[in-house]
């Protein structure tokens, strides 16, 4: 099983930006597929945004065109870039990946707010 350490999590303004990290303790090449999940209190964990080793990527609606996920090898992370965000992105974050089971972050909290 991989563990997944997030950060960059915190307060930004609305129309803001933040890149939020997932470092994984092995290789990436190892996981796949790789993405970002959201909750909101009171609501369903939703895919933000999933990408596989061969980069193909999927995004939710409300995503499309602000966020952007990669993926950087060489150190085993894999970032969320949130560009334009808006307070409907306030929610705790959280890396997923697979191995041969279904792995999570801890989860950091993502709070848009002027």
């Known amino acids: 099983q991989v563990q997944l350490v997030e950060s960059g999590g915190g307060l930004v303004q609305p129309g803001g930006s933040l890149r939020l990290s997932c470092a994984a303790s092995r290789s990436i090449f190892s996981i796949n597929p790789m993405g970002w999940y959201r909750q909101a209190p009171g609501k369903q964990r939703e895919l933000v945004a999933h990408?596989?080793?061969?980069?193909?990527?999927t995004y939710a609606d409300s995503a499309k065109g602000r966020f952007t996920i990669s993926i950087d090898s060489a150190k085993n992370t894999v970032y969320l870039q949130m560009s334009n965000v808006k307070p409907e992105d306030t929610a705790v974050y959280y890396c997923y990946g697979f191995t041969n089971t279904h792995c999570w972050g801890q989860g950091t909290q993502v709070t848009v707010s002027s």
């Open positions: 990408i596989t080793l061969g980069g193909t990527t």
